[in-house]
């Protein structure tokens, strides 16, 4: 599949020689992700509950694993390069700070006077400058030097922050990484992203929005056969992700599902046959939004292949409202759990407090990867950038760590 992809897509921001007869430089790309620090991190790191609460639920490492998965299998289906796929979703969570989402809050918050923090915008600076791999020949770190194909669809958001259509929150860049932003968009139309990149996306939504279910039910926030509370459910999954999901659509997409074969019919126990149930529910749900998103496409498109900028991904509004259900249903019963609301607003004070004390004590406590950057940063603002990668970098543990070290 990698010979649909021409000079321009195999082409890297500094030249090099192919090292290995007979491998694709896609191939070379999943590699070097594969083998990078910021991917190791994730393991430590909140998907949705904090990383080592429990032996059992997903932290960001082995949700990344999942999303790549579906990724390759889906991107596969339609003619997109696997490894391109394959690649750009083991990197799309590599930006996330300690504590998920709750983190990225926390540190938007302390860089609001440097343009802010975004998690994918921290994924393509780890991808292209922060990562140990190459250098320019002006001694410039260019990170892992993927390919532009690669790199392309690890953007999910190909804009700057103000600039994203119909105007959210969610952004790809920042201002200090237009340039090679620049060079990776040179074939690409404003906004418009490669079908490997939607495929991405799309296998982040399906990954997430079905494991975090089956987390939420094997850990005992909910239950899918009674308990749900619907009306929060759907006031959460408008406030959240769609103001003009009414009721009506909501709870069509909700008995969709509860009438799959597959949806439980007894409360889960814990046991093996409880956990057999829960596990082939996740089974055929990834498998029902993937096909649908495979036919759908390629209804309107064809068999293809389609690669980079030749195709859309499809997906059905009926599938669309489905996802959202899911999200939504573990958002008010984890996420927003009351449970919760002390422990995230300690974890946001925690990461203000470090970036605060990092921010006036120089580099004295920095990693040796980062001192450099500091030092040679022209101002305050690119100073505190530096500051920003450095906690970003930090696992759960190790920011509770350093938060004893410095804050005690």
């Not at 290995?20 to 620090?37: K, M, N, Q, V, W």
């Not at 749900?228 to 959460?236: G, H, S």
């Not at 769609?242 to 599902?257: F, I, N």
């Not at 949806?263 to 596990?279: C, E, L, M, Q, Y």
Request: with cysteine; aromatic share 6%.
């Amino acid at each position: 599949m990698s010979e649909r992809y021409g000079p321009e897509a195999r082409a890297r921001f500094v030249a090099e020689a192919p090292k290995r007869p007979g491998r694709t430089p896609f191939e070379r790309d999943r590699a070097r992700i594969l083998h990078s620090s910021a991917l190791r991190r994730l393991s430590a790191k909140t998907q949705v509950l904090g990383a080592g609460v429990d032996d059992f639920v997903r932290n960001r490492l082995t949700h990344s694993l999942e999303v790549a998965q579906v990724a390759r299998e889906l991107g596969k289906a339609l003619g997109c390069d696997p490894d391109i796929v394959d690649s750009a979703a083991l990197s799309h969570d590599l930006g996330h700070p300690p504590f998920g989402h709750n983190g990225e809050k926390a540190l938007d918050t302390a860089a609001r006077g440097i343009g802010g923090f975004e998690g994918n915008a921290q994924t393509l600076r780890l991808l292209t400058r922060l990562e140990a791999k190459t250098f320019a020949a002006d001694g410039r770190s260019v990170g892992l030097n993927l390919t532009r194909a690669t790199l392309g669809a690890c953007v999910k958001y190909p804009w700057r922050r103000g600039e994203a259509p119909g105007g959210g929150p969610k952004f790809g860049l920042y201002d200090d990484d237009i340039e090679v932003f620049t060079w990776i968009r040179s074939d690409a139309e404003p906004f418009r992203r490669p079908i490997e990149a939607q495929v991405m996306d799309l296998s982040d939504d399906i990954a997430y929005s079905v494991h975090d279910v089956e987390d939420g039910v094997v850990g005992g926030w909910f239950d899918l056969v009674e308990g749900l509370d619907l009306p929060r459910v759907f006031a959460v999954a408008r406030d959240w992700y769609d103001p003009e999901a009414d009721d009506d659509r909501l709870g069509a997409a909700l008995e969709r599902l509860q009438g799959m074969p597959e949806w439980p019919s007894a409360r889960f126990d814990g046991g093996r046959a409880s956990r057999a149930v829960i596990k082939s529910l996740t089974s055929a749900l990834i498998g029902r939004f993937a096909v649908a998103a495979q036919r759908a496409t390629t209804a309107r498109w064809g068999h293809g292949p389609l690669v980079r900028f030749e195709a859309d991904l499809e997906l059905p509004q009926e599938t669309v409202d489905e996802i959202l259900v899911l999200k939504a249903i573990a958002a008010h019963h984890v996420m927003l759990s009351a449970d919760r609301t002390t422990l995230l607003a300690e974890q946001r004070e925690l990461l203000g407090a470090l970036v605060a004390e990092l921010a006036c004590t120089g580099d004295k406590h920095l990693d040796a990867d980062l001192i450099d950057d500091f030092r040679a940063a022209d101002d305050d603002a690119g100073r505190l950038r530096v500051v920003i990668d450095q906690v970003a970098s930090l696992t759960d543990l190790s920011a509770v760590g350093w938060a004893d070290r410095l804050l005690s």
